[in-house]
């Protein structure tokens, strides 16, 4: 199996299937003056294939970043391990930052330099040969060429986030870990860049709270709240957990909307109830309660009854809450 | 271990740190421009009022500070002034950096803290050396100083300036990780300029001071340049002043303090992070 180039240096296991892997991480924060404690990762436990693309969803605050920041060697962990491309990170810090790219979104960039001169600097600081070729090239495919003698500072969002992409690929890292990498972008650009991406064949760490990229770039999920791992799984079986409650959309005669949400109300295997305009929504239980949906709405003129398709927009509100 | 590969490899990124410095302050040239008119401004008070003392009371003296050579010692202070100014950029840097959100980048990248000290020290020493030359130049112009000791003297300069880069990769750690505690060792960074003789002689100050002075490392640093520079002038008046523990405390702190200085900026990272953005 090719190891990537990977010296084989001392005993750890090089052959692992795994280019990340995290045992119990816990990350405490301390708040000052308030000698107040934030548990932000609480005994996490997963593991990421080489070349596979996992996307880290959760809500704000969850522990996302933290994870990123830990596994990047930005700060240390309060308790556990975790290994990157089979290396502890504790102990191989360097060989971790020699192996690793990390995206802050359109951040780790500066403004006060032109996008040629953020390039030419961190291929210097990582050492890269023949940068102005590799320069060119990465600026060709995300239409950066034109800009790259500008200042930063003179950039759209859009432009800064395609800079500190290329600024990560440049590197050409083992792993990238990419916290919210395509915010600001408009949809043309975010979707040639995730083709981009994909074609990279390289473990990718997502974090972004933008469902599209996530469904269309990422093999596996994994789920992130209050600092605990909800569920890792692929985003199939992601949206058929929710599948295994299908969606409804009916709409009824206004004069008998509040009786027929009365009547749902009522009905034991209907959730998250909601109202919008002259639309109704609710979750079914499962399918095999439809005879019973459809008997106890029978009575109503329906006017519009419509099974909506799962996204992971639902999922991520569902596991949110 | 250093290898001929990892030595390329930290030159290359030295070379990087300083180019990146540079283009940062070319972005403003007008403030670069101006930082440098400053010191001409600040140097007419002190030169008008020791010249004034001294015409009235020519044989006025304190140590080796005179009529003759007070203007040694402005012109020698002022030379020390540009280079103590690189503490303050390292703050300034790191400051931004912080918020910039770019030291997360240097934090993750695969570089030397030596690198990082040296890389921009050395950047701060180019940005400085259009003023320091001038100065340096008009002391020797007005205080002719044979090649050797100007050799020594400039030896003795860098050495200045790696204390400072050192006390200033310390302020940086501060800022990055503790800035609340910045403003203290501020008022310690006051004291040690205050207490470090840059243009006035030691015997000027009451004795108490005296032996609290002989105590501040940075007050080696710069008697030694004077007395070096002296030698040319005046060699027996120079040699009496001269003490061993000038060249001890001087190797000590040039080769201590950028070590101390990386460990503690090793040991706070790797404590508190990057906080307060």
Known sequence: MALRGIKMGNNENFNSEYDIEIFNLTKIYKIKGKKKEIKALDNINFKVKKGEILGLLGPNGAGKTTIVSILTTLIQPTSGSAKVLGRDILNNKRFVKENVGLMLGGDMIYYRLTGYRNLRFFSKIYNIKDYDKKINDISEKLNLTEWLNQYVENYSAGMKVKLALARVLLIDPKI???????????????????????????????????????????????????????????????????????????????????????????LKFVDDLKVENENIFFVLGSESNYPSLFEAISKFPITKFKEIETDLDDVFIKLSS | MLTRKSIRRNVTQTVALIERNVFFELRFKLVLFTSFLNPFIQIAMPLIIFGAIFSISGDYSFGYWSGETYLLFLLIAFCTQFLRRIVENFRQLFFREKFWKTLQALMVAPINRYVLLFGILISEMILLSIPFTFFLVLTIFIFPIPILNLLIVLGLFFCLAIF?????????????????????VKIGLTFLYWLSCVSYPLQIFPEIVQSVILLNPLYYFIDLIRIIWLMGIDYNLAISYLSPLHIIMVSFFTILLPIFSVVLFNVFYKKYGITGY
């Open chain 1, 176 to 266: 990238l870990f990419l916290d919210e990498p395509m915010l600001g972008l408009d949809p043309k650009i975010a979707k040639s860049i995730v083709d981009m991406l994909m074609k990279f064949n390289k473990t990718i760490f997502l974090t972004s709270h933008q469902m599209n990229i996530v469904e269309s770039l990422c093999d596996r999920i994994a789920f992130l709240r209050e600092g605990n791992i909800i569920k890792v799984d692929s985003k199939e079986n992601f949206k058929n957990f929710i599948k295994a409650g299908a969606k409804i959309q009916i709409n009824v005669s206004d004069n008998r909307k509040n009786d027929l949400i009365k009547t749902l109300n009522n």
């Open chain 2, 164 to 184: 400072f880069g050192s006390l200033g990769l310390i302020v940086a750690v501060l800022i990055v990780t503790r800035e609340g505690t910045y403003r203290i």
